[in-house]
């Protein structure tokens, strides 16, 4: 069933002119003799439109600040002379304005006709005919002739700039209203566009007078949704035309879940526009979102369910029925065999919550034991260990919106603008407003070059030594009389709270005492430390870099416990902000895909949970934790663990320590792979079941900030189910009856047994949009903002937080510390984005090296480089970059084959195995060749790709049983 | 399971030992042997115990103090 909620049916499908104005200052004016109070400081436009009334404009649009330049929006004002621009005039008190009248009419006629004078009149054939605000507009003043021909000096042959894969600018249709200028400026932060020139030869033009692509361009698209024109053009919409129907969806991209619109031609994606109305992005996106949902319909999907025996046999094409047949009579054979904890399942943190939620079902309930498990595993786990031992909830505190009253942002282990761009974008525009910005990260990262940015501090730390800087600003805080005493004796546990304060207070913690450790100099600290605490309201925003160490979970509460030290939490602007890499790690770790954990994370061995799961699940549920990833893995080696059902993960590629992984999958006799292409994981399977992508399903997402999304299905599955939907069949196979006709009926159950989740239901969401959990009883809306009053532990709990430096160190042998990251314009594995042009921005992963430790290995720029750890060595290309200290290389794990993850270890974080991604002690040095594991790889690579190609071509698979269940 | 199993459950207890803290070792044992409790699967809890009744001779002082609570919370769930 396709569940459209239509855009054009709601507020934010009008475009009302200029941003709206929050005072709660109300003015009283007429317009046209219509009487309307708006907020002061709103434009005359502005509450025309309000009114119901539109006035004629160009060159506003009410995500931007008006600029006044195209003076269509001319009105009259009682009482003033001449014909103020409505769109930069505002209101007054007893104000009567004008809109329309003969002379106003007239006025409007001659500057249209100035403006069409000078712009092809080729509209028939125009891409953007029918979605034109000029052609709107010279319909809405009723221009008839054009006195002025083209004769004159014009720009009709001006270029085309085809750089961008995803948009054209055609300089020949421009007006020059600047709106995509603003759009770069305000809305993305990234100021690469300017108007060249004045007067009549007045240009956009991007960078320094460059192509698009080389210009500093990110490619968001701002510009292009701001133009009013067909300059910049998104070129599916050249090509395929205007689409005639939308659904407001959530892109499947990153953490921050923006909303978008899906424009459509039929079953066809024509664009993707970000959706106003989206509580996370307020009409804002990145260019993953926006542009690169070409893999959706790329050739490689896996169109139909296949099985083998082993995995050195081709694949056979068989039918849905077939496939889930051939893996639950596998399953339950080997469960026979090796006994009931021999299975195990892992969840995804890209599908959706009701997916998730039917995994880790299946698992308990059909399966028997607790093994499930998710990749939030290796990258968030250290946030629901640390944050609730702390805080007493997983999850951060904060709305987005937020920051917006932040006077100091300080950011650790983080890259917002590449890694949650439209947050990173809203970040710059506080910055811009002049909040202070502390960025705690080995690597310079982008924010700190802000445009017109306030004060930056960057603690250039080196890799794993992040608790012994947090002790260090702590000690700081406390030392200095910096606490809010009132906040920690009022919502704190004082116990804890004197044990941590003597510890932290110890010489030892002082950033004199651990410059040594951190390199970061004593006073930078103190400084970066007052400038948190000082202020009204200072928020922190962390991400990988901080939980992806054998700390991590330490360094979590490390965390916690300076905004807490520091009373700042509890309100708008300050609290504690995980950034989630994948669109749905929150909704994952919510949805109980951990071993211990059952929804809401509550443990499996309470009772009382587990008699309100079973009463309803109608099976007895395990008291024990299952095993977590690397535990399954260790067991697969060791012959005890065989069979994994793996529902959109990529574990062979995303999981540390590639060689071992491809052991333990190689061990299994039974791998059942769920995915939307033939993933590096998929390589090792015996079933390999479609997937389907995110146009393709109904259900929700969970953000970074709690916030539950809609996911509407736009399109039918390639292969005809929505994971879900398979999911469940996998259960009746095994004998564990699931009849769900629908994901909403799914969100009903969880709502049952999760007290955080109490009020949430599809009918909600439809009302409100989104909802931000806890949504129960207490909380009917949901909680934009958490531990107001108090904890859900009722006081905060301060952790002593000892730092104990990682047995990851460097030797001789490995003298160089390898971190991992990932940029703007791929995403995770890289199996969505590399199939799209985004790769255009970045075709292969490179090694960052600093030009001293070039030099001192003779290495150049674009050379073969190879690195070796004590697990592994790959081979990648250098780029020379002072981005990083000296000592610290850098590296992403987009593309499979450059190997980064053979060389990272198996070090994880002492309470949740989170793996030490940010910290691998390496040796770099100049090779000729790729490495063997590489060699080994593009041989499997090459082979299981033939396997697929011929897939139902070969007969000498055997035949399996008869069906029936 | 195999040596490299065991190896790796060693080195988790004794990392988790490393980190967790508390006024006394006898605490700090406490401590981890709840997390031990609650995070692990049954059959790494087994493992580690039967690893002690051999002498778990790479067990740190905390760790094994942990494994032998863990033992009784064990005995009486
Ligand atoms: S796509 Fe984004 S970054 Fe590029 S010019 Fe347009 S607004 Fe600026
Ligand atoms: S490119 Fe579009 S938005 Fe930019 S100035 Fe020209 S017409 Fe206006
Ligand atoms: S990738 Fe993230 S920031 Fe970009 S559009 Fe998607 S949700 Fe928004
Ligand atoms: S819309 Fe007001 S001056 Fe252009």
């Known amino acids: ?965 | 399971m195999s040596g490299q199993g065991l190896e790796q459950l060693v080195k988790m207890v004794n990392q988790i030992s490393a980190n967790m803290h508390g006024a006394t070792d006898e605490q700090a044992a406490e401590k981890v042997a709840t997390h031990l409790q609650k995070f692990w699967a049954r059959s790494m809890k087994a493992q580690i115990l039967a690893y002690a009744d051999d002498g778990g001779e790479d067990l740190t002082p905390i760790s094994r103090q942990a494994v032998e609570k863990l033992r009784e919370v064990r005995a009486a769930g």
């Open chain 1, 1 to 965: 069933m396709l569940n459209y909620y239509d855009p054009r049916k709601d507020a934010f499908s009008r475009d009302l002119g200029t941003p709206a104005r929050l005072s709660e200052q109300q003015v009283a004016l007429t317009i046209d003799g219509l009487e309307i109070s708006v907020p002061e400081g709103t434009s005359v436009m502005r509450a025309a439109a309000l009114a119901g009334i539109t006035i004629p404009k160009l060159c506003a649009t009410d995500n931007l600040e008006a600029f006044g330049s195209c003076r269509l929006c001319a009105v009259q004002i009682e009482g003033r002379r001449g014909y103020p621009a409505s769109c930069t005039t505002p209101v007054a008190e007893g104000m009567a304005v004008t809109t329309q009248n003969g002379k106003l009419a007239k006025l409007r006629r001659n500057i249209m006709e100035l403006y069409i004078s000078d712009h092809p009149l080729d509209c028939l054939t125009c891409p953007a005919n029918g979605d034109c605000e000029l052609q709107d507009m010279a319909g809405a003043v009723g221009l008839r002739e054009v006195r002025y021909g083209f004769e004159g000096a014009n720009h009709l042959d001006a270029p085309t700039d085809d750089s961008n894969p995803y948009f054209s600018f055609d300089a020949s249709k421009c007006i020059v209203c600047s709106r995509c200028v603003r759009a770069c400026e305000e809305v993305q932060g990234t100021f690469a566009l300017t108007i060249d020139g004045r007067g009549f030869d007045s240009k956009v033009a991007a960078g320094q007078d460059e192509d698009f692509m080389d210009s500093e361009c990110v490619s968001c698209g701002a510009c292009v949704q701001a133009c009013p024109t067909s300059t910049l053009m998104e070129k599916s919409v050249i090509d395929q035309g205007v689409p005639e129907h939308s659904v407001v969806t959530t892109c499947a991209y990153c953490g921050v879940g923006c909303s978008f619109k899906a424009e459509m031609k039929g079953d066809q994606l024509v664009r993707m526009v970000p959706y106003k109305g989206g509580d996370a992005n307020h009409g804002h996106s990145c260019v993953k979102g926006r542009f690169a949902f070409g893999y959706a319909t790329h050739k490689d999907r896996i169109k139909t369910p296949m099985i083998r025996d082993s995995i050195d046999e081709p694949w056979r094409e068989v039918s849905w029925e077939e496939a889930i047949q051939f893996s639950a009579r596998r399953l339950k054979e080997i469960q026979a065999r090796y006994g009931r904890e021999s299975i195990g399942g892992i969840t995804s943190s890209r599908c959706t919550n009701e997916e998730t939620y039917l995994v880790q079902k299946l698992i308990r309930a059909a399966f028997g034991n607790n093994n499930t498990d998710t990749c939030a595993r290796v990258c968030h786990s250290p946030t629901g260990f640390g944050l609730k031992t702390t805080l007493g909830e997983s999850a951060g505190t904060q709305t987005f919106d937020s920051v917006m009253k932040a006077d100091t942002i300080l950011v650790i282990g983080a890259n917002p603008t590449d890694a949650h761009p439209v947050f990173g974008s809203q970040m710059r525009r506080r910055l811009r407003q002049g909040a202070t910005l502390i960025v705690a990260d080995p690597r310079r990262i982008d924010l700190l070059k802000t445009p017109h940015g306030g004060r930056m501090l960057h603690l250039p730390l080196r890799p794993g030594t992040n608790v012994a800087l947090i002790n260090s600003l702590a000690h700081v805080v406390v030392s200095e009389g910096l606490e809010d005493q009132a906040f920690i004796d009022a919502r704190c546990e004082s116990g804890a709270y004197q044990a941590w304060r003597a510890f932290i207070l110890e010489e030892r913690n002082s950033p004199e005492a651990l410059e040594a450790v951190t390199g970061v100099p004593a006073d930078k600290v103190r400084e970066a430390a007052r400038a948190y605490a000082e202020v009204h309201n200072g928020a922190i925003y962390y991400g990988l870099g901080v939980t992806e160490h054998s700390q991590g979970s330490t360094m979590v509460m490390g965390i916690a416990n300076l905004a807490m030290a520091t009373g700042n939490i509890g309100r708008e602007g300050v609290g504690v902000n995980p950034l989630r890499g994948q669109n749905n790690v929150q909704g994952s770790c919510d949805m109980g895909s951990f071993p211990h954990e059952l929804p809401g994370y509550q443990h499996v061995a309470d009772p009382a949970v587990r008699d309100r799961f079973e009463a309803v699940w109608k099976v007895k549920i395990d008291d024990e934790p299952g095993l977590r990833i690397p535990n399954m893995f260790d067991s697969a080696i060791a012959g005890t663990f065989k069979a994994l059902y793996v529902q959109g993960e990529d574990i062979a590629q995303s999981d540390p320590n590639t060689q071992h992984v491809q052991a333990a999958l190689t061990s299994l006799d039974c791998l059942i792979v769920q995915d939307i292409f033939l993933n590096e994981t998929a390589k090792y399977a015996h079933v390999l079941l479609p997937g389907s992508t995110f146009l393709e399903k109904n259900g929700t997402f969970t953000n970074a900030e709690r916030r539950i999304n809609r996911v509407r299905k736009v399109m039918p599955p390639v292969a005809g189910k929505e994971d879900w939907e398979v999911t469940q069949d996998l259960a009746n196979a095994l004998g564990y009856p699931m009849n769900y006709s629908h994901p909403s009926e799914i969100m009903d159950e969880i709502a049952l047994l999760t007290p955080t989740f109490t009020g949430v239901s599809y009918a909600k969401l439809e009302e409100h949009g989104s909802i931000q959990w806890p949504c129960n009883e207490s909380h009917p809306d949901g909680t934009p903002t958490m531990h107001e009053v108090d904890f859900p532990i009722g006081k905060g709990h301060f952790a002593v937080t000892e730092y104990v430096p990682t047995e990851e160190r460097t030797t001789r042998r490995f003298p160089l510390l390898l971190t991992t990251g990932r940029i703007l314009s791929q995403y995770n594995v890289g199996a969505q984005t590399r199939r799209t042009a985004n790769s255009q921005w970045h075709d292969e992963d490179v090694l960052e090296i600093h030009p001293s430790d070039a030099e001192l290995r003779g290495i150049r720029d674009g050379d073969w480089l190879g690195v070796s750890s004590r697990v592994g060595h790959t081979v990648l290309r250098c780029r020379i970059s002072d981005r990083m200290q000296p000592g610290v290389v850098y590296t992403t794990f987009h593309h499979p084959g450059s190997g980064a993850n053979v060389i990272t270890t198996d070090s994880s974080d002492w309470a949740t195995n989170c793996p030490e991604y940010k910290v691998t002690a390496v040796q770099v040095e100049k090779v000729s060749q790729p490495s063997q594991w590489q060699q080994h790889f593009q041989d499997f690579d090459r082979r299981q790709k033939d396997y697929l190609e011929n897939a139902g071509a070969d007969a000498t698979v055997n035949e399996p049983a008869p069906m029936g269940k």
